[in-house]
């Protein structure tokens, strides 16, 4: 009977997780392409209640893909992978995948051979 509390626990435990990733899955398609949904998600009160120390909302950084169209987006001149990578901490496989969506969503042009500019 203990054995079968303890896996139920873990079953219940993996099903929060895959929740936890649907509800951000969810959150960046309506962040990216959001506009034409009616429909809104409930959020949970834990994350509308997210606070710093003075009483202002956190600030929400984003998904990865909006991390770097902001980084290249403030360049005037362009900017590199290398400056990217140096910015945000990412693998160069990670920034060149970006980079390729980014490109075929036209959001942002390459002025060189990887310096690359907002569209």
């Not at 896996?7 to 990733?21: E, F, T, Y």
């Not at 009616?38 to 009483?55: D, F, I, L, Q």
Request: glycine content about 8%.
């Amino acid at each position: 009977m203990k054995k079968m509390k303890i896996d139920l626990q873990l079953v219940v435990k993996g099903i929060r997780a895959i929740n936890n990733q649907l509800d951000k899955a969810i959150k960046a398609v309506e962040g990216s392409a959001g506009k034409g949904f009616s429909k809104k998600t409930k959020v949970s009160e834990k994350s509308s209640r997210k606070s710093n120390a003075s009483g202002k909302k956190a600030a929400d950084p984003g998904t990865a893909f909006d991390m770097v169209i902001e980084i290249i987006s403030r360049s005037k001149q362009g900017i590199d992978t290398s400056k990217i990578k140096e910015k945000t901490g990412f693998d160069d496989k990670k920034i060149a995948n970006i980079i390729y969506k980014a490109k075929n969503r036209n959001l942002i042009r390459s002025i060189s051979k990887g310096i690359y500019v907002k569209s």
